[in-house]
């Protein structure tokens, strides 16, 4: 079983949709959480950090259920320019620091 | 200000050579941490190093292998280099010392090897 998974998708959205990715973990150690986000052919850049309590940027939420050992990131009224691969990131610390990627779950809006 | 550099950019190599690929840090970063990036996956943790130490280290073979400077620049040297080691390999800087929180990433050194 991957550390990190998530749906690869693709996801498939009109401009406007509300979309909701999940990623799931297997550490239960793990620390803590983030979402980036990555355009082809380029690096990943933060998205946001994700909380128990939930966390909001604009258009973004972010959630984690520890309880269920899952991460969500929610898009509402998506844009064009959302189109990308989300990577989800757990961070753990088991004899030595690890960070571990999700292989990322591709969004393509259109108009 | 700079962000994170890394050199070379491209960097073709034969099975079974020596290859060194280097990092330079956001200014006020100590901590550097790599990453293989194959097409299609998300990226692989290779290691972390905060104040010249190792902090973390992913389920690589011990062909792989880093340091980190005075300055925080940082090396991952590769040795008998495979087919499969060929990928987009990334450095990422942060602030943070245990947490690697908010992950500042260079553009990434893409390593073909024939």
């Known amino acids: 079983r991957k550390e990190v998974e998530q749906d690869p998708g693709p996801f498939n959205v009109p401009e406007g949709a509300t979309v909701a990715f999940n990623c799931t973990y297997s550490?239960?150690?793990?620390?803590?959480f983030f979402w980036y986000r990555q355009d082809c052919r380029k690096e990943p850049k933060l998205l946001m950090s994700v909380y128990s309590s939930g966390n909001e940027d604009g258009r973004f939420t972010a959630q984690l259920n520890r309880a269920s050992q899952y991460i969500s990131l929610l898009i509402r009224d998506s844009k064009l320019s959302d189109s990308a691969t989300y990577l989800c990131v757990v961070n753990y610390r088991t004899g030595g620091f690890k960070t571990i990627f999700g292989a990322g779950t591709r969004l393509f809006v259109k108009a | 200000d700079a962000g994170v550099t890394q050199s070379p950019t491209h960097l073709i190599k034969t099975r079974g050579q020596h290859v060194t690929l280097r990092c330079s840090p956001i200014?006020?970063?100590?901590?550097v941490s790599w990453y293989q990036q194959v097409l299609g996956q998300g990226p692989q943790f290779i290691f972390q190093y905060y104040e010249k130490e190792e902090r973390g280290r992913g389920n690589f073979p011990d062909r792989f292998s880093a340091r980190q400077f005075p300055n925080y620049s940082s090396e991952l040297n590769v040795n008998a280099l495979l087919l499969g080691d060929s990928a987009l390999y990334l450095c990422a800087s942060s602030y943070d010392r245990t947490t690697n929180e908010k992950l500042f990433f260079g553009s990434g050194t893409q390593l073909s090897v024939l």
């Open positions: 550490n239960s150690a793990s620390q803590s």
């Open positions: 200014s006020g970063h100590k901590s």
